[in-house]
């Protein structure tokens, strides 16, 4: 009953800057977190960052300090600013929209960082 949806994935070079997009639509009750996750081929999927509906946030290591999230309540979408690209950051970024009923993900995005 809950679609998410992501955008903003693509092609950069090392250094650059990309912005992704998740918007959240549907039947949704009352939104806990939103939040991005990554998995590169081969890899288990991990934490990128997460942000309450009350705005607290976490990020995971490998990106403090590069990657902000930031959120739009009133939209239910929550945005990831990607900031000094690694081509280590080269994966599949999912969103996450978790509701106090079920959790809920979108398609993902491909982000390709180029050396």
């Known amino acids: 009953q809950v679609q998410v949806v992501e955008s903003g994935g693509g092609l950069v070079q090392a250094g650059g800057s990309l912005r992704l997009s998740c918007a959240a639509s549907?039947?949704?009750?009352?939104?806990?977190?939103m939040g991005w996750y990554r998995q590169a081929p081969g890899n288990q999927r991990e934490l990128v960052a997460l942000?309450?509906?009350?705005?607290?946030?976490n990020y995971g290591d490998s990106v403090r300090g590069r990657f902000a999230i930031s959120r739009n309540n009133a939209k239910n979408t929550v945005f990831l600013e990607m900031n000094a690209l690694k081509p280590e950051d080269t994966a599949v970024y999912y969103c996450?929209?978790?509701?106090?009923?079920?959790?809920?993900w979108g398609q993902g995005t491909q982000v390709t960082v180029s050396s």
């Open positions: 942000i309450t509906w009350a705005g607290n946030t």
């Open positions: 549907g039947r949704i009750l009352q939104i806990v977190n």
């Open positions: 996450s929209t978790q509701t106090i009923v079920g959790e809920y």
